[in-house]
């Protein structure tokens, strides 16, 4: 099992960043599939969350409004589109497949700073 996140970096207030889940290693569709992050300091938190087909999605409160989760089961890929990008949106983004034997990307960094 292998997902690997990309798309983090730094972008200024109010900007966009897109960020891409990669997954291997496992029957993709069949897997709800969420984005987590973790600013220092901070305990981790949910982002996104969507269903085996997509057809649920959840947000964070924070976020609501202003993040997208997506997923492609042809490309095994999930992804986040952030707009309107706040500083306090800082911290190391995660992608997880949920439900038993969940599992953890390694995290790509999302700085928002002037």
């Known amino acids: 099992v292998q997902l690997v996140e990309s798309g983090g970096g730094l972008v200024q207030p109010g900007g966009s960043l897109r960020l891409s889940c990669a997954a291997s290693g496992f029957s993709f569709s069949s897997y709800d599939m969420s984005w987590h992050r973790q600013a220092p300091g901070k305990e981790r938190e949910l982002v996104a969350y969507i269903s085996t087909a997509g057809g649920y999605t959840t947000y964070g409160g924070s976020v609501k409004g202003r993040f997208t989760i997506s997923r492609d089961n042809a490309k095994n890929t999930v992804t986040l589109q952030m707009n309107s990008l706040k500083p306090e949106d800082t911290a190391v983004y995660y992608c997880?497949?949920?439900?038993?034997?969940?599992?953890w990307g390694q995290g790509t960094q999302v700085t928002v700073s002037s």
């Open positions: 997880r497949r949920n439900g038993n034997n969940a599992r």
